[in-house]
């Protein structure tokens, strides 16, 4: 079956450090998008790609990258890791045309010491 | 993007019906309605949309009103299994839209 999966589930990190988080999908989705989610707050766009070679800045994208050299992946790096970027980190893809759901990941907790 | 409002938090006796609200009044014309739902700290869950007609799948119903500027998506009959908090959100059709923008959400509870 097809499926989106987050790599590694759990980490911890130290402040300065660079981080990829990773993020593969099976279906062949064009778009997929990164997303965090803080404590009692929802998910918020941290960057999005529409296809390869294109990317995207969400809401909350400072100090987070992402490349998009293939279909199948979209990592996102975190160039010197803050105690702030401490969260839950949530991969998403969905097919285009429009008119389809969205399939999560299962989620990344990242944590930055 | 169209911006949804939500009540914060719901509760729902299990067996009953839910209804969840949203108020989505700047909604255009090439805009649907999502709802998705996200069970403690699990990914988000899609559950169904629409554009203007109702819709129903095996998981709920959706209601939009003629205007668009609300909808109520309805659990026929809550289990303690759907307690979570549930989102609604507008969506683009257009290629620059696609993007999936969550607001607050409702927390809802399933009491026994």
């Known amino acids: 079956d097809a499926e989106i999966t987050q790599s590694p589930r759990h980490k911890i990190t130290e402040t300065g450090r660079q981080v990829t988080l990773a993020c593969h999908q099976t279906w062949n989705h064009n778009n997929m998008f990164w997303y965090r989610q803080d404590l009692g707050h929802g998910l918020r766009l941290i960057h999005y790609s529409y296809g390869v070679q294109d990317t995207n800045k969400g809401e909350v994208s400072d100090g987070y990258s992402v490349s998009r050299s293939n279909t199948e992946d979209l990592p996102l790096t975190l160039e010197s890791a803050a105690s702030s970027q401490t969260s839950v980190y949530f991969c998403a893809s969905s097919e285009s045309p429009w008119n389809t759901e969205a399939f999560f990941g299962q989620g990344t907790r990242l944590t930055v010491v | ?112």
């Open chain 2, 1 to 112: 993007d169209a911006k949804t409002t939500q009540p914060p938090s719901m509760d729902c006796a299990e067996g009953r019906a839910a209804n969840l609200p949203c108020n989505h009044s700047t909604i255009s014309g090439n805009e649907y309605v999502y709802w998705y739902r996200q069970i403690h700290s699990q990914g988000p869950q899609y559950i169904i949309h629409g554009l203007k007609n109702n819709e129903t799948n095996e998981m709920a119903s959706l209601i939009i009103t003629e205007d668009r500027k609300s909808s109520t998506l309805i659990l026929p009959h809550a289990t303690l299994r759907d307690t979570a908090v549930y989102y609604c959100i507008v969506r683009g059709i257009y290629q620059g839209a696609q993007k999936l923008v969550f607001g607050q959400g409702t927390r809802l509870t399933i009491n026994p």
